[in-house]
T-cell receptor, first 113, second 116 residues
């Protein structure tokens, strides 16, 4: 069985603040893939990043960065200098073994001007 | 760019009605999925299909069925709609036929269904 926990239900920040969204996962498989998706108010989930279990290198893409730590089974997502357009629901997801994608319950991020 | 199109953005139906939610993708993807999204519960998988004519139950298939007669189209059917099926329904597709594959999903905009 696989599980994804996003403990933060809702986060509110003021523009330009940095914010970290937590994701903790559980799986018995040694090969697995982790994802982050963004769901803006329009409703469509947008793929942000995919990371496999053999690549623990952190990744940075503009204001976005991801910290993957197998030792703590975490795949956290940080937005630097947040903007109003970052307001959305963010989902972490896990795909391992012969199962389909399992999503966390999502974290709603509200960035105020 | 991959486009996943869900036929209706908003839908209101009465209890007991048969409801069809349609989803079409334009990138020849093999796999297609139906999820429902509810506050506090995240996304839950209803049904998925690895290829034409194939279907597999997800985590919450009760009260639903699906149809995949053509590769590009995946329909979700509520045989007799009930109020607890009021939800946001999301269709997704991806380009592989393998279980446990890591290809990202491409989502439609969702259909918000209200059953009264």
């Amino acid at each position: 069985a696989q599980k994804v926990t996003q403990a933060q239900t809702e986060i509110s920040v003021v523009e330009k603040e940095d914010v970290t969204l937590d994701c903790v996962y559980e799986t018995r498989d040694t090969t697995y893939y982790l994802f982050w998706y963004k769901q803006p108010p329009s409703g469509e989930l947008v793929f942000l990043i995919r990371r496999n279990s053999f690549d623990e290198q952190n990744e940075i893409s503009g204001r976005y960065s991801w910290n993957f730590q197998k030792s703590t089974s975490s795949f956290n997502f940080t937005i630097t200098a947040s903007q109003v357009v970052d307001s959305a629901v963010y989902f972490c997801a896990l795909n391992s073994g012969y199962s389909t994608l399992t999503f966390g319950k999502g974290t709603m991020l509200l960035v105020s001007p | 760019d991959v486009k996943v199109t869900q036929s209706s953005r908003y839908l209101v139906k009465r209890t007991g009605e048969k409801v069809f939610l349609e989803c079409v993708q334009d990138m020849d993807h093999e796999n297609m999925f139906w999820y429902r999204q509810d506050p506090g519960l995240g996304l839950r998988l209803i049904y998925f299909s690895y290829d034409v004519k194939m279907k597999e139950k997800g985590d919450i298939p009760e009260g639903y069925s699906v149809s995949r007669e053509k590769k590009e189209r995946f329909s979700l059917i509520l045989e007799s709609a009930s109020t607890n099926q009021t939800s946001m329904y999301l269709c997704a597709s991806r380009n592989t036929g393998e279980i446990g594959d890591n290809s990202p999903l491409h989502f439609g905009n969702g259909t918000r269904l209200t059953v009264t």
